[in-house]
């Protein structure tokens, strides 16, 4: 969202998380596997609106249940953690748009407490609940409330406390503090991470964290580029690697999609035979995941895109994204421009008679017959091609309509977004020992 505005539309999901590692030894990761739960949650606009909502915001084998928010009317998708000593079960909106993993906690202690569904972490419950101290190194790592008392490095008690607020104005705050993370696994046993890092939340304020968007959720799982997200944490045992692939929900019956936290090891090759492209570093923006697009094509013809269109400038603004939590793709307007001038050039079919509220361009696809489209694909840093089928940015909005599912940014300051619907079909890794995105249209049927 800078958090939960980009973390929103894994909804048409169930995941289980898989930790695993072969007898060879070569690969170890935690495995989510993803599976279709509804055939679509939210109509295109609605998942227009709540893109747009997201965007103002941006600028052995354990199993770890993530389940569909939809029931809560939430189009965010949560991972289910167990947390404490003995274990409280926690549902958590998985974020690649953030760092910071928090909970909601309460000081309250006793009986009365629980409930059937947990919707606060009692630290009081737990035997190996332990907020850093103040003068911790560790505390350094997150923000700090403005009204900042300082440090007594003297007194036992005192604690690191924190306040992670995102650019729409929601906050959350209390104390920075580890706690022992238990997995269950398929034949009954326990993995544990001893010292899982967490801000225990006593205050949280804004839309992004309270607001309907939130619903259903206990917390955030940070799984962002920085120091302190679930995927750097993990990073120690695992390397700073995960993947995942998204198939097309709409296929019946549907297939199984997966994400992984890791990766192969000691130099064995992935599963996958992967193009990569650079991940650039943003300063001013460390938690995204930025790539370089050189240039775009339709139908094999190079669009007359200035490369500066797609710069990160000097002020941090601008720049590419890819998000596994924003539903369309969202273009700055200049390339924007261009782009859907020539859809509307090459486009052969008639416009649909009553074009769906918030999208530019609505074809008419009745009749049985199958459109022939254009083709878009992306040049990308380091020289590699992401050609998605069409069917990646043509949706089916209604009966016998499609509309491109591509929208302008039009915020001078704002950032092209590669949402999920464009990656669908694709595996792709976010390699950050090596600084590198993957991609590949095979292996996403590997288990």
């Known amino acids: 969202m800078a958090l939960i505005g980009y973390a929103s539309h894994f909804s048409i999901f169930q995941i289980l998380l898989l930790l695993s590692s072969t007898a060879a030894g070569k690969y170890q990761f935690i495995k989510l596997t993803l599976l279709h739960k509804n055939p679509y949650p939210l109509t295109p606009s609605e998942a227009l609106s709540t893109d747009k909502r997201r965007l103002s915001t941006l600028f052995s084998r354990p199993k770890l249940p993530v389940n569909s928010a939809a029931s809560f009317g939430s189009g965010q998708y949560l991972v289910s953690l167990h947390i404490g000593t003995p274990p409280q079960r926690l549902l958590l909106v998985a974020d690649t748009g953030s760092d910071l993993t928090w909970v909601s906690c ?206 990160i400038d000097e002020s941090g603004n601008g720049g590419t994204i890819v998000d596994s939590g924003t539903t369309l793709t969202y273009l700055v307007k200049p390339a924007y421009q261009i782009i859907i001038a020539a859809f509307k050039r090459l486009v052969k079919l008639p416009r649909a008679a009553v074009p769906t509220l918030g999208f530019d361009l609505c074809l008419n696809v009745s009749g049985g017959l199958r459109p022939g489209l254009p083709r878009l694909s992306f040049k990308l840093g380091g020289g590699s091609i992401f050609s998605p089928s069409p069917s990646n940015y043509f949706i089916d909005t209604a009966d016998g309509v499609k509309c491109l599912a591509l929208q302008p940014v039009t915020s001078p300051t704002g950032s092209s977004v590669i949402g999920n619907l464009m990656q669908q079909g694709f595996t792709f890794e976010f390699d950050n020992d090596r600084s590198r995105l993957g991609f590949s249209r095979h292996g996403c049927s590997v288990p």
């Open 106 to 311: 309460s000081a309250c202690r006793g009986q009365h407490c629980s409930s059937k569904r947990a919707t606060f972490f009692y630290p009081r419950h737990s035997t190996t609940f332990s907020p850093y101290h103040c003068y911790d190194p560790a505390c350094t790592l997150v923000p700090h409330p403005r009204k900042h008392v300082p440090c007594n490095h003297t007194r036992l008690h005192s604690t690191c406390r924190y306040e992670y607020s995102y650019s729409d104005g929601s906050i959350t705050s209390g104390f920075f503090s580890h706690e022992t993370t238990a997995f269950n696994t398929s034949s009954g046993n326990l993995v544990k991470f001893r010292r899982l890092s967490f801000g225990c939340g006593f205050s949280k304020s804004g839309p992004s964290v309270s607001g309907p968007s939130f619903s259903g959720a206990d917390g955030v799982l940070g799984l962002g580029r920085g120091p302190i997200s679930f995927t750097s944490e993990l990073g120690r045992t695992f390397g700073l690697k995960f993947s995942y692939c998204l198939l097309d929900y709409t296929r019946s019956p549907t297939p199984t999609s997966y994400l992984l936290i890791g990766g192969p090891r000691n130099g064995s090759q992935p599963t996958a035979k992967l193009k990569y492209a650079p991940l650039l570093t943003n300063p001013l923006s460390s938690t995204f995941y930025y790539i370089r697009i050189q240039n775009v094509r339709i139908n094999n013809v190079n669009l007359r895109i200035s490369p500066s269109v797609w710069a």
